[in-house]
Each structure stands twice: as C-alpha cells, then as structure tokens.
C-alpha cells in the first residue's frame, strides 16, 4: 500500500486591470479584491497492489482535500474571463473538494 500526499502552492498576486477599461483606478469595492493572498491545494490518494506480481490495482483519493475556494477576480466584471467563473479557473480550483476511486489490471 502507498498513500501519496501532494501539495500545490500559488504565491501571491495583485491582480490588475487594464487602464482602457478603468483609466481612474479602480472603485474601493473591487480593489479590495484585488490582493489575492498565497493559495495551498491538497491532494492525497492510497494504492493497495494485489495478486500475482501485482497484477490488480485499487485507488482512492481526495483532490483539494480542505475544499479551498478561489479568489473572486474583479477584474471579470469589465473585460469578461475566458472560463466562464469570477475566477481564473485555468490557476485556482473552481470545483472545491472532489472524490475518485478506480482500479487498474496489468497484463
């Protein structure tokens, strides 16, 4: 058996907004978003190997493992976002906690 911890660190970041779309800066509301602090991502899994040489194979895991939200990205709100969130869901975890289990058979 072997139980697997991974962690995904994303240092901080201030997020900003073109000066075509806001020349002024920005309104008091949306600049207190745009300090996005240092993000940690959790993941485990457990294999278990059985049979013959190993032949089957189970798993289990948990991604994001502290269902840690994404940071709302204000910036959305004048040019729009490509992943259709109010967060750069290409770098933070838009889904939260997620379970899987499978299993495998080498020939």
Do not use: C
Request: overall charge negative; charged content about 20%.
């Amino acid at each position: 058996m072997t139980v697997a911890w991974s962690t995904t660190f994303l240092s901080k970041m201030k997020d900003t907004v073109p000066d075509e779309f806001d020349p002024e800066g920005l309104a008091p509301g949306i600049a207190a978003h745009s300090n996005i602090g240092v993000r940690f991502y959790h993941d485990v899994q457990v294999n278990v190997k059985a049979g013959n040489e190993d032949q089957f194979e189970f798993f289990v895991g948990v991604s994001n493992v502290f269902d840690r939200k994404p940071p709302q990205l204000e910036d959305t709100v004048f040019y729009g976002n490509i992943t259709g969130t109010e967060t750069a869901a290409d770098v933070y975890d838009p889904f939260g906690r997620r379970f899987y289990a499978g299993a495998q058979v080498h020939f």
